[in-house]
């Protein structure tokens, strides 16, 4: 871990991208933890059956995230990686707002399949930047600090928004965490490190 903080610290561009992915990842941490109790919250009296709800949710999630690797797949190597980066976050930030608020089955499914798109858009540049900058020898020690500090991160909000959601509701949590990420995204346009990868 100390090698590969030594590492990004001299790194201007794995080292903002890293923090972003700190703050604008926490969204994942409290969907992964509150998707549940925002299935039967919003969806408990739907004929359906929350549990079935959720697992669509989820499996929604997963179509876009499988769809959105082929698509970045296929016209990524055209577009510049941070302003791919920053479009994912915001987007994905913004999907999960609009599937917290929208309180309709049909587009919750719709933003869940959109926000596993866009979580391709930001993680397949992001993996891409720290494959080419930094050394072979060193990728063990700085993709396993960065994994420690953003999954770090990731756990703690799933702590944080089952208590969040137990004080002011599971609609909000979910709506404030995609705020933070769309926020956490459009600030990569400040940081030239970020927007010009």
């Keep these: 871990l100390k090698a590969g903080w030594h590492f990004l610290r001299h790194e201007p561009t794995l080292l903002a991208n890293t923090l972003q992915a700190t703050a604008a990842q926490l969204t994942v941490g409290v969907l992964i933890a509150l998707t549940p109790a925002f299935a039967l919250t919003v969806f408990g009296d739907d004929q359906l059956g929350w549990k079935a709800i959720y697992a669509f949710i989820e499996t929604s999630q997963s179509v876009g995230s499988l769809i959105g690797g082929f698509l970045v797949g ?5 577009l510049a990686k941070g302003r791919m980066i920053i479009g994912g976050y915001t987007t994905f930030g913004l999907l ?3 599937f917290a608020l929208s309180g309709n089955l049909g587009l919750v499914y ?3 399949f959109g926000a596993g798109i866009a979580n391709m858009v930001f993680l397949i540049p992001s993996q891409t930047l720290f494959q080419q900058r930094t050394p072979p020898e060193l990728m063990g020690r700085v993709v396993g600090f960065r994994f420690a ?3 770090g991160a990731m756990t703690l909000a799933m ?10 509701g599971v609609t909000t949590v ?3 965490a995609g705020l933070i990420t769309m926020v956490a995204g ?3 346009l400040l940081v030239p490190a970020v927007r010009d990868a």
């Design 149 to 151: 500090l953003v999954f």
């Design 159 to 168: 702590a944080a928004g089952g208590l969040l959601a137990a004080a002011v």
């Design 110 to 112: 719709g933003f869940a």
């Design 174 to 176: 979910i709506a404030a």
């Design 186 to 188: 459009l600030t990569g």
């Design 74 to 78: 296929l016209v990524g190597t055209r």
């Design 96 to 98: 999960v707002t609009l």
